[in-house]
């Protein structure tokens, strides 16, 4: 038998398969998605089985054998090794990179394996019992050297036994105290006869004990059941009737119990948009819907009960949201509906954690998945439906190699899986909504509010008025007095600080120096807690000078508007005022998220103060203002979905506002009113935004008009990385037609990261047969030739930004 591998060295003529024989002990446990060790050149390393076979081309003595085998139950499903060969050509990464993505990241960490009983002991074959002996789980390794692990495969495949997982790091894995009752009838029975008769208790658990001979309990439950006290218990396990055995329990990672929710009545919109996914579902087809419903209009409530049918049909669902740690009142909802169905993949879970939560999947035991991106590649394998949350947002795009887009993915899967994809969005991404237009996917739209509550009103503040009638605060007049109102009225708000695009930095008055990271070309960041500069690409340091690098000015000082300088003045302003306070700072411990929405949601704050992590899902029926205190930040950035962007987040944020009974109201503060993103967002209308962004699009032959490659190449010297970038330009401009448009080398917006130069270039077109070939010989020129100068270059065929 031979074994095709993948193996895990990322070079590229390596990027096929090889081929190894399967010694002949291993022949019975060797399936397709097992990883294995292999000898590869001089050296031992990781791969992955990507299929068996009889054949090969490879010459009889050349043929190396498989060195170890690391799984006997596969890791990956036939259905993972199929979409990481499409990974591999829609996004020309290495095969290898694709297969490893879709894994836990516990799985390539140091772990330890070890087989529990699930079953009972005589089930198992004679040989596995004697290693055993009376224990309820022995370490892998165990088996691996007894030469067992044939019958441990089998014995898996009986459901007798499991094979669970260990991450090293993790520590202690997090056993509980149980009691099993002994196995044995008859020794039972001897015991309760020995019992002298005035011990009434002892006998009568004795007794009841032989009935219920092998049963595990924690000793609480079995003392509460048989009503005795924990001194008749120890009396009969000194007698051997029954002994304490360690259990390893699931690391929960929910604090809190959810309630149960119930579905709740429709609203016409929602029925009409939930029958069609419904028969999308029965007639098995993979229909992509764009749902497109205003903040609040209930999407989540379609979302719910769509995944309630695909549960009574005994499927699976796999529910993406953008960025699960910042919106735990989404993964609530889920718990609520479907609870201990549900896992999360929480991306403050620890790599056990995860691990433990992905082999609920792997086994079955939940049927419903909520996480971000990578949860796309769950490893269920009767999925009924997928479902992208805030379908608009650039989270869903992987920047790393493999960069796939989490929408591709889950589109693929459910052509796999003959079943439908909902994505749902207020503010859906151009392309998506365009593809909608063309019926390429199915729109299904909610244009109201679900509980009739009209959308809140938006003022567009112009703040340049503000400054000519001597008002120099970050707040509006406007703005002040609706916070004064609601101050007065216990009503709650959000005020809302667009940092997207913008830092607090240290200037120099005099010169205008802007102190700079040293290794890359970014200002550094001021954080007055450390008081430091630190840099947010590279991490570097420093402390904060007392005077200007340049010119050794005094007058040298932090500028721009922080959450905490907002804070500090909001409690200048209205001394009354409780200020709640959300961004990387305050929400850097696992759980503290939770905490301060917790918090606000029992009212213990008038007002939440937050950057980009408060303006999505949050659901509170007492906020009744939303301030956005700078809206043009994001308008800045070199990027042509600047505008989409900006028009996104005003419109989510927005929609916190007024979602139950109270009305609500939103105050946008701007510098550039006149700007079609900010003034359409009064409206919180999609689609005037759509049509007039769509025009800027076409005019600028932007997606989704045209399709864009971003090519970057770096290097530490800024002539190697020039020279390098002019020769990928130069020979895209040779093999690609006339009407592909190639623009560049430009030096990147942040032209240096970590001491590496980037050039970049941009490619735009409509339809060009010729394109995967010809940067799949770009990519092999680097790889072969260009990798050894010390370049860099990578391609990514849908950038998130640019
Ligand atoms: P979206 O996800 O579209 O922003 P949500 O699903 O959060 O909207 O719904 C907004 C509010 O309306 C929530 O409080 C939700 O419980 C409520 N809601 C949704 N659907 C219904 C319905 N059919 N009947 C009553 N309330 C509903
Ligand atoms: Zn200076
Ligand atoms: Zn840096």
Redesign the pocket.
């Known amino acids: 038998m031979i074994a095709q591998v993948i193996v895990d060295v990322a070079a590229y003529p390596v990027d096929r398969p090889f081929d190894y024989a399967v010694p002949d002990e291993w022949q019975a446990l060797v399936e397709a998605g097992c990883r294995v060790k292999v000898p590869f050149g001089p050296r031992n390393v990781l791969g992955f089985i990507t299929a068996l076979k009889e054949e090969t081309d490879v010459p009889q003595g050349k043929l190396k054998p498989l060195s170890q085998l690391l799984d006997i139950e596969p890791v990956l499903t036939g259905e993972m090794l199929q979409l990481a060969q499409w990974m591999t050509k829609q996004t020309l990464c290495f095969e290898i990179d694709a297969l490893q993505v879709m894994l836990p990241s516990a799985l390539r960490a140091k772990y330890e394996k070890t087989i529990h009983l699930t079953g009972t002991l005589d089930e198992l074959p004679a040989e596995l019992q004697n290693l055993f002996g009376n224990k309820s789980s022995i370490p892998y390794k165990k088996v691996e050297v007894a030469g067992l692990l044939k019958s441990l495969k089998y014995s898996i495949g009986q459901g007798i036994v499991q094979i669970k997982t260990v991450v090293k790091q993790q520590g202690q894995v997090k056993v509980v105290r149980k009691l099993k009752i002994l196995d044995d009838e008859v020794k039972l029975q001897q015991i309760a006869a020995d019992i002298p008769k005035r011990a009434k208790k002892q006998v009568m658990v004795a007794e009841w004990m032989v009935d219920h001979k092998g049963a595990i309990f924690t000793p609480e439950e079995f003392c509460q059941t048989l009503d005795i006290t924990t001194a008749v218990l120890n009396a009969l396990i000194e007698k051997g009737a029954a002994t304490y055995i360690q259990e390893e329990v699931y690391r929960d990672p929910f604090t809190k119990n959810a309630v149960k929710t119930k579905p709740?009545?429709?609203?016409d919109e929602?029925e009409v948009a939930l029958q069609q996914i419904l028969t999308a579902m029965k007639n098995e087809l993979p229909t992509t819907f764009l749902l497109h419903?205003?903040?609040?209009?209930?999407?989540?409530?379609?979302?719910l009960q769509a995944i309630q049918s695909t549960l009574e049909k005994g499927k699976e669902a796999i529910v993406l949201v953008p960025e699960i740690s910042l919106t735990p009142q989404m993964s609530e909802?889920f718990r609520s509906r479907f609870g201990e169905l549900v896992a999360v993949l929480h991306s403050g879970l620890s790599k056990g954690e995860k691990y433990d939560e992905w082999r609920k999947i792997q086994r079955g035991e939940v049927k419903v998945v909520v996480g971000a991106r990578s949860a796309v590649f769950a490893p269920f394998t009767n999925v009924g439906l997928f479902i992208l949350?805030e379908e608009h947002e650039s989270t869903y795009k992987q920047e790393d190699s493999p960069r796939y887009h989490a929408r591709d993915v889950a589109i693929w899967r459910s052509e796999f899986h003959q079943c439908p994809v909902i994505l749902?969005s207020?503010t859906p991404s151009l392309e998506s909504f365009a593809r909608a237009k063309k019926q390429v996917y199915t729109l299904l739209t909610?244009k109201k509010?679900?509980?009739q509550q009209s959308l809140p009103t938006v003022e567009i503040i112009d703040m340049r008025e503000q400054l000519k009638n001597g008002n120099r605060s970050m707040f509006s007049e406007e703005l002040a007095e609706a916070i004064r109102i609601r101050l007065e009225k216990k009503e709650q708000m959000v005020l809302f600080l667009n940092r997207r695009g913008f830092s607090s930095f240290v200037l120099c008055r005099d010169c205008g120096t802007v102190v700079q990271c040293k290794n890359c070309d970014i200002s550094m960041t001021y954080h007055r807690s450390q008081e430091k500069l630190k840099c947010h690409y590279c991490g570097y340091e420093e402390q904060v000078p007392h005077e200007c690098p340049e010119c050794q000015s005094e007058h040298i000082r932090f500028f721009g508007t922080g959450t905490q300088k907002v804070e500090s003045e909001i409690y200048k302003f209205f001394p009354e005022a409780r200020v709640l306070r959300m961004d990387v700072d305050t929400t850097r411990q696992k759980g503290s998220h939770e905490r301060i929405l917790d918090a606000f949601g029992r009212g213990e704050a008038d007002i939440l103060l937050g950057t980009q992590m408060i303006a999505k899902?949050l659901?509170f029926?007492n906020i009744t203002l939303v301030g956005v205190l700078s809206a043009d930040t994001s308008l800045n950035l070199p990027d042509f979905r600047a505008a989409e962007r900006t028009f996104q987040l005003l419109t989510q944020v927005s929609?916190r506002a007024g979602?139950?009974n109270k009305p609500g109201e939103v105050f946008i503060q701007t510098y550039t009113p006149e700007h079609y993103a900010i003034e359409l967002s009064k409206e919180q209308d999609y689609e005037p935004f759509y049509v007039q962004e769509m025009q800027m699009r076409q005019r600028f032959a932007y997606p989704p008009y045209y399709y864009v490659v971003l090519i970057q190449v770096t290097h530490e010297d800024v002539l190697m990385a020039a020279e390098y970038a002019g020769k990928a330009v130069d020979w895209l401009r040779m093999q690609l037609s006339q009407n592909v448009g190639i623009i560049g080398p430009t030096a990147a917006s942040i032209s240096r990261v970590q001491n590496r130069y980037r050039y970049q270039c941009l490619i735009k077109y409509k339809k060009e047969p010729n394109l995967t070939a010809t940067l799949q010989q770009l990519i092999r020129m680097y790889r072969t030739d260009w990798v050894k100068k010390g370049i860099q270059l990578t391609v990514d065929l849908d950038p998130s930004s640019i």
Do not use: F
């Not at 709740?264 to 609203?267: D, H, I, R, V």
């Not at 419903?293 to 979302?303: A, H, L, N, Q, R």
């Open positions: 709740l009545a429709l609203t929602q419903g205003i903040t609040g209009s209930g999407k989540t409530e379609v979302y909802r949350d749902g207020a909610l509010r679900a509980m899902g659901d029926p929609g979602r139950h």
